[in-house]
């Protein structure tokens, strides 16, 4: 999953002598890693092989690449955004891990790293945090998981309530249910940091939770 995106914001240029105003482009500056990005790939379910490969300012290709695992499912990976001080760039990686043989959900927090020059790119990824889910997860159950700046969703098919995780403190927060209980089919994020949980039922009545 890549993260990066990007924001026009429109000014008016008044053109001396014409008495004219066009709309042009105000200039954002671009992230220092827009040109590298990383793949990750799950077989069996049990460990993750990621690659990052991009160029710098002088070089193309591939820059490092490592396993990570071993997991008991590997549900979802999700990349958080970028925080860069000089040429390093950190973000925050989270892989929700659904058990196989057991109903024990995890979410696995590692921190990745770039270093940047001109000529080379150096990647690292560390376990930082594992948290356990009040979830029920299982070798049969669909997962969802969607994020905004401050909070992580998380939610299960097998589960009646959805999850929400602080991404500075880690605490966890269990999101209302109903009555009778609903299952959590999806979990949606938009630009705005509006995220939507959706709960049906197996006669296929939804209904819809949206919160900042």
């Known amino acids: 999953m890549f993260d990066i995106s990007y924001h026009r914001t429109i000014a008016a240029t008044v053109v001396a002598g014409l008495g004219m105003t066009f709309p042009a482009l105000a200039q954002t500056a671009v992230p220092i ?3 590298l990005f990383t793949t990750y790939e799950s077989y069996g379910n049990n460990n993750i092989t990621w690659v990052t490969c991009g160029s710098t300012k002088n070089t193309g290709g591939c820059y490092g690449a490592g396993t990570l695992g071993p997991f008991g499912r590997v549900c979802a990976v999700m990349e958080g955004q970028p925080v860069t001080v000089g040429t390093t760039v950190t973000r925050s990686l989270y892989v929700l891990d659904g058990g196989s043989n057991t109903n ?3 979410l696995n927090v590692f921190k990745k790293t770039y270093t940047i020059t001109s000529n080379s790119d150096t990647v690292s990824i560390t376990p930082s945090k594992k948290l356990t889910l009040p979830l029920t997860g299982g070798g049969n159950a669909l997962f969802s998981m969607a994020a905004n700046d401050g909070f992580i969703f998380v939610g299960t098919d097998a589960s ?3 999850v929400k995780v602080n991404k500075l403190t880690y605490s966890l927060t269990k999101l209302g249910g109903f009555s009778p209980p609903l299952p959590v089919t ?3 994020a938009n630009d705005y940091g509006y ?3 959706t709960q049906q039922a197996a006669t296929g009545e939804a ?3 949206s919160m900042a």
């Open 104 to 106: 024990i959900v995890s």
């Open 160 to 162: 009646p309530n959805a």
């Open 207 to 209: 209904v819809f939770l």
């Open 195 to 197: 995220v939507t949980v």
């Open 186 to 188: 999806a979990i949606t």
């Open 33 to 35: 890693d827009s040109t």
